[in-house]
């Protein structure tokens, strides 16, 4: 995904252009994960699984730990700061399961397809221990382990630890228990501060971009949605460890951070001038870092936009001009019975308020067709919110039943042929949408932060203002650098460009 060759980059930043067998159940929320459909390349969820990269280099006395992370930016974050707590202990991240002491599946329960593929890895990891690593550890964390807990084990023995997402930071404790094999454990902690209080305050960065988390957990309570129940209640991180944080990435080459959280913009705390700071002020303050270049944040919900983050939008020059605002639906009844407490006019109003603020914003959103009792009319009301609004990137999902979620026994379910029309006809739209904006590009010169290489030989691959995927022609020495390139064609999820 990213490069690894910090030295470049800091050298050339100046010159830029611009028991028994133990079990241990330790329970501790989002997720945002894959689309029906090919998933556009400018979004920062991510599709398919990521695996942590080597922080240390395994030697004789080194174990090696694989961590494989299904769903959002916030396991992606998570999955490294696993490895973080691990490195000090001697484990070496490794990129394949095969020889690995200890596997961590870092899951996502969003949605039904994304739970189950957990089971069908488990099943071949199972499959793997039995015939050529009979010691390995099997560690399942992240929301699935949160929210199925104990069955987990029982549907999936091969499974030594459950861990929710948050109780990372006992990671070292949980291995030696399961080491000493002392028995069943099963703790079920739910405590976001501690975790954050006991990661390690440095944290080794990977590449030239970066996730922060300042915000974790939802109190929405969205009826389809399973994360208030698998990540908690909205908890902000502390404005100093924030900074902290983000002074140690920047030390380590990175220049771009994108804040996250399950609804970013609820993120309020206490500022250092005794007043009580929203994004926007954590925003400003963290811009002032040397070395970072480049901020987003993401996920927002309509109710915590506020005018001192639009505002922001304006006048803090490195936010990048990019908002993922999700709407979900585009009729106020559907609106009303997922329980997103807010309206489309008030929706609608929003984005005008945001693009008076940042004009060329791209705008992106995530769609879910076929809640229960959504009508022919009901969902016409998202078709004309997508055509009103206009996206330049897009997710959306077909409605997934989730046990436990008030959606889960509403009556008129829909059934599975109309959510695969509506959705195949709200794509083709979003679709030519993202097709158009990107084609909008053409002619237009965009400062890239160049990432690594592409698959092509002596391509390069960035991300543009906009997170557009751009590939272009340059030499390697730019890997790390914000360099200028004239977009020359487009298609719908990427950006071709050539270097000024
Ligand atoms: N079914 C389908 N999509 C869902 N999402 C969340 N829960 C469900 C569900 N039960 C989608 C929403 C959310 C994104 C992260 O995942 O669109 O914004
Ligand atoms: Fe889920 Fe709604 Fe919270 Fe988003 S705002 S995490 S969709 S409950």
């Given at each position: 995904m990213s490069p690894?060759?910090?030295?470049?980059?800091?050298?050339?930043?100046?010159?830029?252009?611009?028991?028994?067998?133990?079990?241990v159940l330790d329970i501790g929320r989002p997720v945002t994960a894959a689309a029906s459909k090919p998933r556009p390349a400018t979004h920062l969820n991510v599709e398919a699984p990521t695996i942590a990269k080597p922080r240390i280099t395994p030697g004789k006395n080194t174990k090696s730990v694989f961590i494989k992370t299904y769903g959002c930016q916030m396991n992606v974050y998570d999955s490294e700061r696993m490895a973080d707590v691990l490195a000090p202990i001697g484990y070496a991240a490794v990129d394949k399961p095969d020889d690995a002491d200890l596997v961590i599946l870092n899951t996502c329960h969003i949605r039904e397809k994304a739970a189950e593929k957990v089971y069908s890895e488990l099943g071949r990891i199972r499959q793997h221990k039995e015939r050529n690593k009979p010691d390995m550890k099997v560690a399942v964390a992240g929301c699935v382990a949160q929210a199925e807990g104990a069955e987990i084990k029982r549907r999936a023995p091969v499974v030594d630890m459950v861990l929710g997402p948050q109780t990372y930071h006992k990671l070292p404790e949980m291995i030696a228990r399961v080491s000493r094999e002392t028995g069943d454990v099963l703790e079920t902690e739910f405590d976001t501060i501690e975790k954050f209080d006991a990661l390690p305050a440095g944290r080794q960065a990977k590449g030239y971009s970066a996730f922060l988390t300042v915000q974790e957990g939802c109190d929405k309570f969205c009826t389809f949605c399973v994360v208030p129940y698998t990540r908690g209640a909205e908890v902000s991180r502390p404005v100093e460890q924030i900074v902290a944080e983000a002074r140690s990435l920047a030390s380590q080459g990175v220049r771009e951070i994108t804040?996250?959280?399950?609804?970013?913009?609820?993120?309020?705390?206490?500022?250092?001038?005794?007043?009580?700071?929203?994004?926007?002020?954590?925003?400003?303050?963290?811009?002032?870092?040397?070395?970072?270049?480049?901020?987003?944040?993401?996920?927002?919900?309509?109710?915590?936009?506020?005018?001192?983050?639009?505002?922001?939008?304006?006048?803090?020059?490195?936010?990048?001009?990019?908002?993922?605002?999700?709407?979900?639906?585009?009729?106020?009844?559907?609106?009303?019975?997922?329980?997103?407490?807010?309206?489309?006019?008030?929706?609608?109003?929003?984005?005008?308020?945001?693009?008076?603020?940042?004009?060329?914003?791209?705008?992106?959103?995530?769609?879910?067709?076929?809640?229960?009792?959504?009508?022919?009319?009901?969902?016409?009301?998202?078709?004309?919110?997508?055509?009103?609004?206009?996206?330049?990137?897009?997710?959306?999902?077909?409605?997934?039943?989730?046990?436990?979620?008030?959606?889960?026994?509403?009556?008129h379910q829909v059934p599975e042929a109309v959510k695969s029309e509506r959705l195949k006809r709200l794509q083709d739209l979003l679709y030519t949408q993202q097709r158009e904006w990107n084609e909008s590009l053409i002619g237009k010169t965009l400062d890239v932060l160049v990432e690594g290489h592409a698959k092509e030989p002596g391509r390069l691959f960035g991300r543009s203002p906009y997170l557009t995927g751009t590939h272009f022609d340059g030499p390697d020495d730019l890997i790390g650098q914000i360099v200028p390139v004239t977009i020359t064609s487009a298609g719908v999820n990427s950006l071709v460009g050539a270097l000024v």
């Open positions: 690894r060759d910090k030295t470049a980059s800091r050298d050339s930043r100046s010159s830029t252009k611009t028991a028994r067998k133990s079990t804040l996250i959280g399950q609804n970013v913009d609820a993120y309020h705390a206490d500022g250092p001038d005794g007043a009580e700071w929203g994004l926007g002020e954590l925003i400003r303050h963290v811009a002032k870092i040397g070395g970072i270049d480049r901020l987003r944040f993401t996920t927002s919900h309509p109710r915590d936009m506020d005018d001192g983050l639009i505002e922001t939008l304006s006048t803090e020059p490195k936010l990048m001009p990019y908002l993922h605002l999700p709407i979900q639906a585009g009729s106020d009844r559907v609106l009303h019975a997922m329980n997103r407490g807010h309206s489309y006019a008030h929706y609608r109003d929003l984005i005008a308020k945001v693009r008076a603020a940042r004009p060329d914003i791209a705008l992106s959103g995530d769609f879910i067709v076929g809640f229960p009792g959504e009508t022919d009319e009901d969902f016409e009301a998202t078709m004309n919110c997508v055509r009103e609004i206009g996206y330049a990137s897009s997710f959306s999902f077909k409605y997934s039943t989730r046990p436990g979620t008030p959606g889960a026994t509403l009556p």
